[in-house]
């Protein structure tokens, strides 16, 4: 069964084997593929939840202009101490709302290979 059918219940159309792309109708469809617990975790950043005084702390200090790489992959470290996975990636999500995309993805690079992070 190929992806197309399993994705979508359908065959795909002999326009697809030329690699040939149809204008999509309406809104286009996105497939959130994180856990229910990734969701919730980035709800709570967008709603604004407190992580608790330290690690706010940490999170305005990842947001500050002279943070250097350095400085982010110690608090990567610390952030992976005190909650693993779970707490990076709330942190992430906080300055992923405020920051712009250039400079999460500065973070993402930053936490590599710090904890379970594989961004």
Same mark, same amino acid.
């Given at each position: 069964?190929?992806?197309?059918?399993?994705?979508?219940? /359908?065959?795909?159309?002999? #326009?697809?084997?030329? !690699?040939?792309?149809?204008?999509?109708?309406?809104?286009?469809?996105? &497939? =959130? @593929?994180?856990?229910?617990?990734?969701?919730?975790?980035?709800?709570?950043?967008?709603?604004?939840?407190?992580?608790?005084?330290?690690?706010?702390?940490?999170?305005?200090?990842?947001? /500050?202009?002279?943070?250097? #790489?350095?400085?982010? !992959?110690?608090?990567?470290?610390?952030?992976?101490?005190?909650?693993? &996975? =779970? @707490?990076?990636?709330?942190?992430?999500?906080?300055?992923?709302?405020?920051?712009?995309?250039?400079?999460?993805?500065?973070?993402?690079?930053?936490?590599?290979?710090?904890?379970?992070?594989?961004?």
């Amino acid at each position: 069964m190929s992806i197309w059918r399993r994705l979508f219940g /359908k065959k795909e159309s002999a #326009r697809q084997d030329k !690699c040939m792309v149809e204008k999509p109708i309406g809104k286009p469809v996105v &497939i =959130d @593929l994180r856990s229910d617990k990734g969701r919730q975790i980035e709800g709570d950043a967008r709603a604004g939840k407190s992580l608790g005084p330290d690690v706010d702390h940490l999170v305005a200090e990842l947001l /500050k202009e002279d943070c250097t #790489r350095i400085r982010a !992959c110690e608090i990567g470290e610390a952030l992976n101490e005190r909650g693993g &996975i =779970d @707490l990076m990636r709330a942190a992430y999500y906080r300055v992923r709302i405020v920051a712009l995309p250039g400079e999460a993805r500065s973070l993402e690079r930053a936490w590599e290979g710090i904890g379970d992070w594989r961004e």
